[in-house]
């Protein structure tokens, strides 16, 4: 079966800076892929270009099987089939949960008021947060208001949601709600790609890790194999930091 | 002559500010310079306020070629006292044969030095929102439109509410200006009217005036801040 989301010879670079050095990954859909490495190794960057929020130098991301680097792709239409949560939740501060879920809906898929808002509802009762649609950001806890940035890319019905650090910039004991949202949209059969160091959930939920370090792939496998028998000594290094083993 | 009693300091002072004959004779006519100051300053704020915020959004879309022109526009303005404009605009420009009257040149002038500050504040403004903002708009298939118009400027503007009526306030004072060039707005009326009737109570009636326009203003920014700041 075609893959949702594939990179091909992905290459980036900030200036002289080369962040990634020619990355291929294959992410199935209805798969969670997990991507883990050190800061600095590209991950981030990697994400970012599967939405192309950075543009690569060389290489295609295909979606669905279509290279969205090619002029010609309309990339708002994309990046409603591709969806991002943030590190930092990035809401709308002006706007209610509801309202932060509902504007693109209505914006940019030009859902009238009722539509968008039960639309945006459903989105976040997926999330559990029917309760606060009227709340502001600044009135939630960080665990809500990621959960609500999750409820934003839902709204519009996404074929793959990519997760940059989403639980990085929470408070510990808020970690595990976002963690049980992420884990009942795999169950749901979204196709995911996370970039975080929450390697008890790249155990549990993942399908497949890739290990990243200098902007090159090391090394990629099953959770098991990433972390029970490492092969590469960058990785057992990087795991051995954090712990792991 | 002799046998009028001489007034006291306090009755001197009385007949010298607030001399009830002298105001009623001046009412009408400082009454007609609050209403042209009113409408002066209502159409400085709506040009000002508008050009600012357009030359603003086009600063944004980072052309080189208009924003060299948009900041030596805002430079320009920001450092030539208005008085100066008003002066050229009126004085210098029949040269030209580009005649125009007191109130369009108090007007024009006073309404490009507050677009170049208004320029700058909202520019500042927009700047100041995260990176994130609008990368979380533009991933939800948002464009670089739409995201200006209701994630960044919604933001900008409530941000900037205070530096914005400050400015507002100082530019619009700046009406009196207009009395240089014979503009029959407020302080001119109340000075001629000083004058005339060689006493200052005219002059504390424009004071007065001047405080009846421009408190509320001050009370009404305050009031914009509260309302449209979000919860946090």
Redesign the interface.
Known sequence: MRPALELRELRKAYGPLAVLHGVNLSVPTGKLVFIIGPSGSGKSTLLRCC?L?EVPESGAVMVDGKDITLSGVNL?????QV??V?Q?F?????MTALGNVT??LR??QKMNKAQAETVGLEALARVGLTDKANA?P??LSGGQQQRV?IA??LA?KPKILLFDEPTSALDPELVGSVLKVMRDLRESGMTMVVVSHEMGFARAAADHVVFMDQGHIVEEGSPQTIFDTPQHPRLREFLASLGQR | MNSTVPLSSMDRFVSSFFNAEVAARYVAPILDGMLLTIGLGLCVIATGLVLGLVLAVLRIQHVKLVNAFIIAFADIFRALPPLVVIILLFFAFPYIELSMSAFTATWLALSLVLAAFTEEIFWAGMLAI?K??W?????????SW?TLV??IL??AV?MTVPPLTNRTIAITKGTALGSVVALHELLNVSSSASSEAGNATPLVMGAVAYLILFIPFVVLGRWVETRFA???
């Open positions: 939405n929020l708002n239409d994309l990046r409603q969806g991002m943030f930092s990035n809401l709308y501060p002006h504007l693109a914006k940019v502001f600044g009135q940035g934003r890319s519009l | 995260p994130g903002q990368e979380a708009a533009r991933s939800t298939g948002m464009g739409g209701h994630v919604p933001q409530r979000w919860k946090r």
